[in-house]
């Protein structure tokens, strides 16, 4: 099983940045990919925002492309997202993902999301 906890969230004036936190634990070597979601107020599904993969590869919804940034320490077993330009559209729950596989089951984790709110 895979732990994450997310940190980093809060209150900014659009244009301002906020770095969030998602520490994993468990067992993060069977983990493929570590994700961003968010979920507006009043909104049913999670968005993928930002996802990066074991072999290192990186993707970005087109919303956040060239504002956000993805990254990781394999050390520390942590991903952060670097949020720029921030804009009021941006405010949400933010939740951390790990996807894997334990052999030939695979798994699919949420933490328990961090909210992210932008002020105009």
């Known amino acids: 099983q895979v732990h994450l906890v997310e940190s980093g969230g809060g209150l900014v004036q659009a244009g301002g940045s906020l770095i969030l936190s998602c520490a994993a634990s468990?067992?993060?070597?069977?983990?493929?990919?570590m994700a961003w979601y968010r979920q507006a107020s009043g909104k049913s599904m999670r968005d993928l925002v930002a996802?990066?993969?074991?072999?290192?590869?990186?993707s970005y919804s087109d919303t956040v492309k060239g504002r956000f940034t993805i990254s990781r320490d394999d050390a520390k077993s942590t991903v952060y997202l670097h949020m720029n330009n921030l804009k009021v559209e941006d405010t949400a729950f933010y939740y951390c993902?790990?996807?894997?596989?334990?052999?030939?089951?695979?798994?699919?984790?949420y933490g328990q999301g961090t909210q992210v709110t932008v002020s105009s």
């Open positions: 468990g067992t993060t070597d069977n983990i493929d990919v």
């Open positions: 996802a990066i993969h074991r072999g290192g590869a990186i």
């Open positions: 993902n790990s996807k894997g596989r334990n052999g030939f089951e695979r798994f699919d984790y």
